[in-house]
């Protein structure tokens, strides 16, 4: 099994800053990818920024040039620097990592965090 465990988020004004956390920890042979994926109300939820070392970052175009998606220290992290937020970023903030459990089998699983709310006042 993988956990999948997020940190960060809160309540923030507008143009201010957050940070999220991801930590994937249990049975991985390889990591293919992690990434955030948000979801409002009312809403379905959408990819925020990913990271993989095949394809390397992808973002949102509405997130572009305000938030970043990079590795933490330690394996199997990842970390969203989101700067000038807005009030139409405040949503549930997922973690997903997409997982290879096992060197002989060449499949890889998501596994989703809890959420982490994030709240933009104005």
């Known amino acids: 099994q993988v956990q999948v465990v997020e940190s960060g988020g809160g309540l923030v004004q507008a143009g201010g800053s957050l940070r999220l956390s991801c930590a994937a920890s249990?049975?991985?042979?390889?990591?293919?990818?992690m990434g955030w994926y948000r979801q409002a109300p009312g809403k379905q939820r959408e990819l925020v920024a990913s990271?993989?070392?095949?394809?390397?970052?992808n973002y949102a175009d509405s997130v572009k040039g305000r938030f970043t998606i990079a590795r933490g220290d330690a394996k199997n992290t990842v970390y969203l620097q989101m700067n000038s937020l807005r009030s139409d970023d405040t949503a549930v903030y997922y973690c997903?990592?997409?997982?290879?459990?096992?060197?002989?089998?060449?499949?890889?699983?998501?596994?989703w965090g809890q959420g982490s709310q994030v709240t933009v006042s104005t």
């Open positions: 990271l993989s070392g095949t394809y390397g970052t």
């Open positions: 997903a990592a997409d997982v290879r459990p096992m060197e002989t089998r060449p499949v890889a699983y998501r596994y």
């Open positions: 249990g049975i991985i042979f390889s990591m293919n990818a």
